[in-house]
């Protein structure tokens, strides 16, 4: 019995330092990422193969553009809380509530061609070919990706024949 018992405990100890192990060996470059001075841009670095003056000018870049987005956003979130309340009462479209989501759709019209030229000066700081892959990645993986609107239709039978719209 007692040899049973130490059996099953040391393989539970050995499944659980090997679960620990594979662990900390799966999840080292993350963590590493997530130590260094800037968690944000450490990515960045790691994954376009950046050099130490790349991703410092690319730094630089990062905390000029920041304060003016944080600024840019400030704003639009004063605007979404400003729409809430006029929705709030609201049981129609509004000159006022018009007038608000015109404000909103052109400061965001503004934060993202900002955020666009952001991207390409960064894009400019690369090597060119992985300044060529960061600007795909943007692409795909931003904001500025617009997205259809979901009517419920079939997006590949929408595409072959036009819907109509009411």
Known sequence: MRRGILI?????VGAAVAYCCFYLMGTATPRALM??????LAWLKHE????DAEFTRISQLHAGYLPQCMERCRHIEQLNSKLSNALATATQVTPEIEKILNERAQIRATCQAEMLKHFFEVSRTMPAEQGKRYLAWVRENTCLREQAMDHGLDTHAAEATPASHH
Do not use: D, I, T, Y
């Open 8 to 12: 099953l405990a040391l393989g539970v």
């Open 35 to 40: 130590r260094s001075a800037q968690p944000e």
């Open 48 to 51: 376009f193969n950046l050099g």
